[in-house]
């Protein structure tokens, strides 16, 4: 008679294994139910946290005579030895007992490899990534009930562990941040650090270059070093050599206008406003070295056909807009 590893997995453990998968997806958010069910019953806390442990440490786990031995009549035999194979070729053993703990953990690993898609890039960790394409931004709402608006063309790395922990690799967030003084909350880029004072901020790393406007409340920049505090109506710039800052007085209404559909300059660098741009609409744009420098400033609309809006582009800087194989671009 076969035995059906199966049924020895509690209903119990078959919804911890459910949730602990739903979980890797970064745009899971329905913490509340989660913490529903795990309250509801201590055999829900002890199934989710074993799981979650065997996931953890799933390849550093020891053998287990149980778990790789057949039960025979006689004498055990040792396997044949297993040689690694990209893409194996998959055939049944003869009926046996396997272990529970056994069962568990290849049931994670099989789970875990159906799950992988674009844009979740999983560590062994508890971090995991999100990358966004070009004119494709994502919301995503963090447990603590903060939430990251990243712009298109970004990356940005987050811990399930702790919300209140941020890395933006490369690109664009805009950060309404839900403040608590016992739990700052911290965003690192490029070497830095941002600690929020109840806030709404955008925070853009974009070609050696690092910039935080506040709409609400303030950020301290490098508590520990710099310890300069940005209250809302600034923005500042740094270069993460630390070679030059600049500290410029903006509107707050003008922080995270990409959200919005309209992108409002008062004296930004327009090399960082063509890769904005390009983020939030996928208009592949750029500007030459000689213009990059040029401060602009005006207002554009997002919604607009894009020889237009680059053409409106052009026309506010001073530039001269070129269409080539690889986009557009504006020089002088």
Known sequence: MTHDPSAAMGAAETAALDWL???????FNDWEAFTDWLSANPAHQE??????????????????????????????????PITPDPQPNVTPLPPHRVSRRAWIGGAIAASV??????GVMQSPSDSYRVQTAMGQPQVVKLADGSEIAV????????????????ELE???????????????????????ELVDVGTVFDVTRNDGRI??????????????????????????TAREDGSATDMTAISPAAVGGWRGGQLIYDGVRLGDVAAEVSRTTGIALRAAPAASGVLFRGALRTDLPEERLVSDLAALSGTSATKESGGWTLSR
């Open 47 to 80: 199934a989710y946290h074993e799981l979650a442990a065997l996931d953890a440490d799933l390849q550093a786990l020891p053998a287990r005579s149980e778990d790789i031995w057949p039960e025979t009549h006689g004498a055990p035999v040792a396997p044949a």
């Open 113 to 118: 490899a159906g799950i992988i898609g674009i």
């Open 151 to 166: 712009n298109g063309g970004s990356s940005v790395k987050l811990s399930r562990s702790d919300p209140r922990r941020v």
């Open 21 to 27: 998968m739903r979980q890797r997806d970064p745009a």
């Open 211 to 236: 910039s935080v406007a506040v709409s609400e409340g303030a950020v301290v920049y490098n508590p520990q070093a710099a310890n300069l505090r940005i209250d809302a109506g600034y923005r500042f």
């Open 170 to 192: 490369d690109g664009q967030v805009l950060l309404t941040v839900v403040h608590s003084d016992t739990a700052p909350f911290r965003v690192s880029v490029g070497g830095a």
